[in-house]
């Protein structure tokens, strides 16, 4: 199995393959409207708005799971992030990312990268960084901010 044998919703329900995505890097977040994270939105924009010419794109799974920090409909999410920090990245349904109910798409990016806590992920802004071919290279911690990773795209790309 890889990333492309996946299909999510979008923020309208509808799905998407990932397979859409094939042949780009992609960095997938599971986020949060009310976090002290959130305004990693902002660094990760920067880094879509500097890098989707060249192959790359940011998957926003917004994820309600840790502190109930993402209410809201996926329309009131993406009116925020849109008026708030300018996003225009792709925002997608909101999923769980640990326990019985988890995205079959987490739980095989968990899989591929395990992270300090035996493959849950900790809180939001967990960021996974896919490359060209589908494959999880790096797994990154919610206080790790968008720019820090900015090095290992530019290798990607």
Known sequence: MTIYDFSV???EGENVDMSTFKG???LIVNT?????????YEGLEALYSKF??????VLDFPCNQFGHQAPGTEKEIQDFCT???????PLFHKVEVNGKNASPLFVWLKKQKGGWFGGAIKWNFTKFLVDRNGNVVARFAPVTPPEKIRDRIIKLL
């Open 9 to 11: 919703k979008n923020a």
């Open 24 to 26: 780009k890097v992609l």
């Open 32 to 40: 949060a409207t009310g976090c002290g994270f959130t305004p990693q």
């Open 52 to 57: 989707r010419d060249k192959g790359f794109e």
């Open 83 to 89: 008026l708030k920090y300018h996003t225009t990245f």
